[in-house]
C-alpha cells in the first residue's frame, strides 16, 4: 500500500479528524472504532478489525476444526462407558 500524508486538525474536545482519504485507505465508516497507541513520539492509528484480523491469524495454527462441544460431549460419554464397565 502506498505511503499517505495528511494535515489533520484537532478539533473542540480533543476531537481529531481525519481526512477522507485516510478513513478509505482504512476502510473506515461512521462509527467504526479504531485504536490509538503513542509510543512518546508518535500515534498510531488502526483499525479494530484489522486487529481482529491479525490476531485470528495469529491463532488460526491452534484453531481445531472439531467442536469443543463434541469433544466434550465424546468425552463424558467414554467415561461413562468406563464407569458402565466399573473401571
Given amino acids: ?12 474536545g480533543g476531537r481529531l479528524v481525519l481526512p477522507a482519504d485516510i478513513r ?7 462509527g467504526d472504532s479504531v485504536v490509538l497507541k503513542f509510543d512518546g513520539e508518535s500515534l498510531h492509528i488502526r483499525s ?3 486487529i481482529i484480523r491479525e490476531l485470528q491469524e495469529m491463532f ?7 467442536s469443543m462441544v463434541d469433544e466434550l460431549i465424546e468425552e463424558r460419554r467414554r467415561e461413562a ?3 458402565d ?3
Fill in 48 to 50: 479494530t478489525d484489522a
Fill in 1 to 12: 500500500m502506498a505511503l499517505l500524508t495528511a494535515h489533520a486538525k484537532v478539533i473542540d
Fill in 81 to 83: 462407558a468406563r464407569e
Fill in 24 to 30: 478509505r485507505a482504512m476502510k473506515l465508516e461512521k
Fill in 60 to 66: 488460526r495454527p491452534y484453531r481445531s476444526d472439531k
Fill in 85 to 87: 464397565r466399573g473401571e
